[in-house]
């Protein structure tokens, strides 16, 4: 009876020993699991914290980057690319002719695995908006030389392209500007020393006309050296409390010569108001916006000033009644040399940067300056200036008292 009752109970330990053992690997199992899970959660976390920093890496980058696969589809575009091209939505997994439509970058896509080095070239897109890019471009490869992807980095040169062409203009409008006044010059002295200068009568109208142009060129390179000062910064300002209404009448009395000569009422419509500025370059405003109106204007016509305020800033406007502004032009005529006229500016004598230099000085002061304007109706030019703060408050329309120059 001994030996089969220790049979049994070997067999009931056996049975409970690998339940117990089953039920510790299914533990051991568990925790492994868990283990494992846990290290897969971390690795994950950890690619995705690699690939946020890696995208907000990218995308404080200034210039435009994209990462192509090996078929030339975006896997990666930074927010400047984004912006660069004017992109609002998602362009992974496109090409770049599905993207864009650029052949250009598609064909530099094609000569990067050719040449097997960095490739660059300019590019010019014309939308949304004309840009000039500089791309550099560079295939990738693993270390058996197989290409598993592109990468492309624009750089904008915009900026330095329309700085530039802007070089180039002014070099050329100067040139020319010069150019006019110094042959008269030339040719008259040269008519003179070849004989004129015996006849009284022609050698004095052969001289009035040289002092004209070099007078002529004294003003051109005076204003020159003025935007020149003024965009560089080294002239400041000397800003004190101006009262409008004086420097008006001041203004206006000046060109009173002018006016009678063309039959124009001067207008002071300027209500008594007090801005922060400097004396001397505000002056300058008003005048080459008061000769404006009166160069420009028609012939018995009326040249008003007046302003109104809001409380923090004054807007001055300086009203004609001429043939007025074309529409294209009224963006372009603070630029340096810009003419709507060019002949008839020339026969007025103006140097053609007048009105780039009443922009400069505004800005200087905070301001800005614009025109409004309607064939055939005239034109104003309207300007803003801080109003001092010990200023009088300006009164209403109505209350205005308008001061007519009576010739």
Known sequence: ???????????????????????????????????????????????????????????????????LDEAGRVELANRAFHSLFGVTTDI???????????????ELLDDLGKQKQVVGRELKVSRPIELWLQV????????????????????DLTRLKQLERTRQEFVANVSHELRTPLSLIKGYVETLLEGAKNDPDVATKFLQTIDRNAERLRLLIEDLLTISE??????????KPVSLRGL?????????????????????????????????????????????????????????????????QVEVAIQDDGP??????????????YRVDKARSRE???????????????????????AKSELGHGATFYFTLPQSPNSIRVADATENIALTLQH
């Open 324 to 337: 007025g502004i074309p529409p294209e032009s009224l963006e372009r005529v603070f630029e340096r040399f």
């Open 248 to 312: 008006t009448h001041k203004v206006l009395t000046d060109f009173k010569a002018p006016a009678i000569a063309k039959n124009i009422q001067l207008v002071d419509s300027m209500p008594d108001v007090t801005v922060s500025a400097d004396l001397a370059r505000l002056e300058q405003v008003f005048c080459n916006l008061v000769d404006n109106s009166i160069k420009y204007g028609r012939n018995e016509g009326t040249v008003t000033i007046s302003a109104r305020s809001n409380g923090t």
């Open 1 to 67: 009876m001994l030996w089969p009752t220790l049979t049994a109970l070997v067999v009931v330990a056996a049975i409970l020993l690998q339940v117990w053992w089953s039920g510790k690997v299914r533990q051991l199992n568990a925790e492994a699991e868990r283990a494992l899970k846990k290290v897969r959660d971390e690795q994950a976390q950890l690619s995705l914290q690699q690939q946020r920093q890696q995208e907000a890496l990218f995308d404080s980058m200034a210039e435009g980057l994209l990462l």
């Open 92 to 106: 992974r997994s496109r090409t770049i002719i599905e993207a864009l439509r650029l052949h250009e970058l598609s």
């Open 230 to 239: 003024m965009e560089s910064g080294r002239i400041k300002l000397d800003l």
């Open 136 to 155: 550099n471009g560079s295939a990738l490869f693993d270390g058996a030389g197989h290409r598993y992807g592109s990468v492309l980095v624009f750089h």
């Open 348 to 370: 007025q004598g103006g140097t053609g940067v007048g009105l780039s230099i009443v922009k400069h000085i505004v800005q200087s002061h905070g301001g800005r300056a614009w």
